[in-house]
């Protein structure tokens, strides 16, 4: 896409914006990049993003094609369609139909979740940041093939690069959470949306590939106290559903969970399984003030 396109898209998200590594407000330079009072620069990219964490090597991101075609299955033939709706329901009981807010997906990864709530809220404001480039490419493709407006950030969710209490959802989607930066950045009224995967999640892949891992169960329980620590839970759905699978869809599976991320392909070649387990938390949290 054109630059000056870009950087009209990016002006009305510009004064959320801060700068990473000083924490300063933005101007645009040129239609092409992004300028703090302390001479920081940041590129916008062709390819529809702004990267705000150019430093960061991203050999060691684990996206590739393969990946983003495998979730993009999984997500668009409806596995995950009651996490969503859930979601939504959150955000439709905060907000009355038609009202504005501003929303930051958090390690978006290629943007399914941020891509369909700017489809069911059109005057929100919807970000989606990730740590990887081409994660952050392929959502941004997507959502302008979809027409969607959206914005799409390179960032570390350690360093957000964003305005204290300037977001009023924060989504962290089966992703790492970094509380006192979340907790900076939401509005006061505004709160968290965690979904966390449960005992059964995926539960096929796992004892397929049992072997490998190094743990034979999981338990969310560390990460679940963890998120109490720091915030109250208001809101929880819980979605457990086994559906059946074709083998397109186990091969899909396979690929795009972390658990098989250390397997070649030989490893997971032959793995097959003909159902699956979701099994995933999602919970509204409000945090508390550090
Ligand atoms: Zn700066």
Known sequence: ????????????????????????????????????????????????????????????????????????????????DEVLGAIIGMITGFLPPGRGFTLLDVGCGEGFYSRELARRFPAGQILGLDLSRDAISAAARQARAAKLKTHWLVGNLTRLPLADNCVDVLLNILTPADYAQFARVLSPGGFLVKVLPGTRYLEQVRTEVADHLRRGTYSNQPVLEHLEAHGRIVEQHSVLRTFPVNPEEAAAFLAMTPMTFGLGEEARGGVTFSEITIDLEILKVKLEAL
Do not use: W
């Open 1 to 80: 896409m054109k630059l000056s396109q870009l950087a009209r898209d990016t002006a009305p998200i510009l004064p959320l914006l801060r700068c990473p590594l000083c924490g300063a407000g933005f101007s645009l330079r040129e239609e092409r990049s992004l300028v703090c009072m302390e001479s920081h620069c940041f590129d916008l990219s062709a390819r529809g993003y702004v990267n705000l964490a150019p430093g960061h090597n991203q050999q060691a991101e684990k996206y590739d094609a393969a990946l983003f075609t495998s979730r993009r299955l999984v997500l668009e033939h409806g596995f995950y």
